[in-house]
């Protein structure tokens, strides 16, 4: 079951691309769509700016401060702090890798503005969407866990103060009558709070990776950069290497955790 989300987004860009080498109708239906959002009357300003957030000028530095702040908010508490950095920067360099052959192979024409400028060919899939989905997207990987942490340690109790076991997470333990049929003990509100404010944190940023995303394929299709499908195709692309990505940052770090030190089984020394 964990592998359909990548499975979905390859076979839905096998899909995409046979329209568009083939020129199917889903590639005509998107050439007509593109001219007019091309056409439309949203502000050019605003869609230059937004397509500009796709450009690697913009977007790798993004990603390069979040692999530096990563490393340093992980400094203290893993091994190798560097190594979650080191996935990300090699899901930005597999984006070149893949988008440019691609683009070489299909050679999809551009839109009238593009070849108006002198550019015919190379425009599936957008190079510039995919650089924006993997940058970003690779730098909410790397500091999602630091969400975690802060909320764990505002949850901290002062010194002297025991914590319940179940403070820090809404998912609290059964009652000691649960396997009988049961309630499970309630949790308290104050015990819910860091759990929901960290999934509020997640839910927010997640929302913002989507509109911003969102925000430069508008762009690059209303100043006339790419046609529609070319940032879905990039889309499907980016959503394939983001989920290995995903599955590099949390694999090693289950492999780190420290076991509790086992109860010493040998019986205590008698007082004399």
């Known amino acids: 079951m964990r592998g359909i989300f990548p499975a979905l987004c390859v076979l839905l860009f096998v899909l995409i691309t046979w329209q568009v080498a083939d020129r199917g109708p889903l590639r005509a239906l998107d050439e007509d769509l593109g001219r007019a959002v091309a056409g439309s009357s949203v502000p050019g300003g605003a869609a230059q700016f937004?397509?500009?957030?796709?450009?690697?000028?913009?977007?790798v530095p993004v990603l390069i401060a979040a692999m530096v702040a990563s490393?340093?908010?992980?400094?203290?508490?893993?091994?190798?702090?560097?190594?979650?950095?080191?996935?990300a920067a090699l899901a930005m360099a597999a984006v070149p890798a893949v988008i440019v052959p691609t683009k070489a192979w299909i050679g999809r024409t551009g839109p009238p503005a593009m070849v108006a400028s002198g550019v015919h060919d190379?425009?599936?899939?957008?190079?510039h969407t995919a650089t924006a989905a993997v940058a970003y997207g690779a730098a909410l990987l790397l500091l999602m866990p630091s969400l975690a942490s802060a909320s764990a340690s505002r949850a901290r109790p002062h010194a002297g103060v025991s914590q319940p076991p179940h403070a820090t997470c809404a998912r609290t333990a059964p009652h000691a009558g649960s396997a009988l049929g049961s309630s499970p003990l309630p949790a308290g509100?104050?015990?819910?709070?860091?759990?929901?404010?960290?999934?509020?944190?997640?839910?927010?940023?997640?929302?913002?990776?989507?509109?911003?995303?969102a925000g430069v394929a508008a762009g690059l299709v209303r100043c006339g950069y790419h046609w529609p499908l070319d940032v879905v195709g990039a889309w499907c692309?980016?959503?394939?290497?983001?989920?290995?990505?995903?599955?590099?940052?949390?694999r090693p770090a289950h492999g780190r955790e420290s076991r509790p030190p086992h109860a010493s089984t040998a019986p205590a020394a008698r007082g004399r």
């Open 237 to 250: 692309l980016s959503g394939a290497l983001l989920w290995v990505l995903a599955q590099a940052l949390t």
């Open 50 to 59: 937004l397509a500009d957030l796709g450009n690697a000028s913009v977007a």
């Open 71 to 87: 490393v340093l908010l992980r400094r203290r508490q893993q091994h190798r702090p560097w190594l979650p950095s080191v996935w």
């Open 122 to 127: 190379g425009f599936f899939p957008s190079g």
């Open 189 to 213: 509100p104050a015990h819910l709070k860091p759990c929901n404010r960290h999934a509020r944190a997640r839910a927010w940023a997640a929302v913002a990776y989507i509109l911003l995303n």
